[in-house]
């Protein structure tokens, strides 16, 4: 019975910290997005970005804010969203760092940004 309750304990112990051990952050590309998301959720027009209909249902394509200069600038792509947004995003949002990625040689798999 002792041998029994042991064991029980033992495995509880092990699942909880491996559950906390697996628990990971955001990717990069997932902050990405959110952050786009979110761009898009703050505008309050109905043509953020090029890809986006107006309430006709008409493609905003040269009329999104995006497209015109001066005025709101929403983030729409990931190319628009810098490695400095997506730590500011993770500072603010109680995230940690993701974890580089490494190609077969050892190095890190992204050029740092500028």
């Not at 997005?33 to 040269?62: F, L, W």
Request: proline share 6%.
């Amino acid at each position: 019975m002792k041998m029994r309750l042991a064991m029980i304990c033992l495995l509880l112990g092990v699942g909880t910290a491996w559950g906390q051990t697996a628990k990971s952050g955001k990717s990069d590309a997932e902050i990405k997005q959110e952050i786009i998301r979110e761009s898009i959720a703050g505008y309050s027009g109905s043509c953020p970005c090029p890809y986006n209909r107006d309430r006709a249902g008409r493609s905003c394509g040269r009329r999104s804010a995006y497209s015109r200069p001066g005025g709101a600038s929403p983030v729409c792509y990931e190319d628009d969203v810098t490695t400095k947004m997506v730590s500011s995003y993770r500072a603010s949002h109680g995230e940690k760092q993701a974890p580089a990625t490494r190609t077969s040689n050892g190095k890190p798999s992204a050029r740092p940004e500028r």
